[in-house]
């Protein structure tokens, strides 16, 4: 069992920078993969950026060059840094874990990015 615990959203003004943070505790060596998934109001969740074991990170396209997606193993905590935000970005994030065989979501955390 993995248990992911988001925090750091918030309302920001547009070109502004937040830094959500994920905390997984539990079976966490089963971990291959952890990422941030946000549901924009009214759209399907979408996969923002991803970061596996081994360091590789990809990302949505509209947040290149804005999201930076990274880890800390020694506090098995992900970060995803959010720079030049854009209204367009307002979504609850979701920290991710997979595993083998099995997914794990945190509560979500909201993003509103608002002048």
């Known amino acids: 069992q993995v248990q992911l615990v988001e925090s750091g959203g918030g309302l920001v003004q547009p070109g502004g920078s937040l830094r959500l943070s994920c905390a997984a505790s539990?079976?966490?060596?089963?971990?291959?993969?952890m990422g941030w998934y946000r549901q924009p109001p009214g759209k399907e969740r979408e996969l923002a950026a991803a970061?596996?074991?081994?360091?590789?990170?990809n990302y949505k396209d509209s947040v290149k060059g804005r999201f930076t997606i990274s880890r800390d193993n020694a506090k098995n905590t992900v970060y995803l840094q959010m720079n030049s935000l854009k209204p367009e970005d307002t979504a609850v994030y979701y920290c991710?874990?997979?595993?083998?065989?099995?997914?794990?979501w945190g509560q979500g955390t909201q993003v509103t990015v608002s002048s």
């Open positions: 991710h874990a997979a595993s083998k065989s099995d997914n794990y």
């Open positions: 539990g079976s966490i060596f089963s971990i291959n993969r």
């Open positions: 970061i596996t074991s081994g360091g590789t990170t």
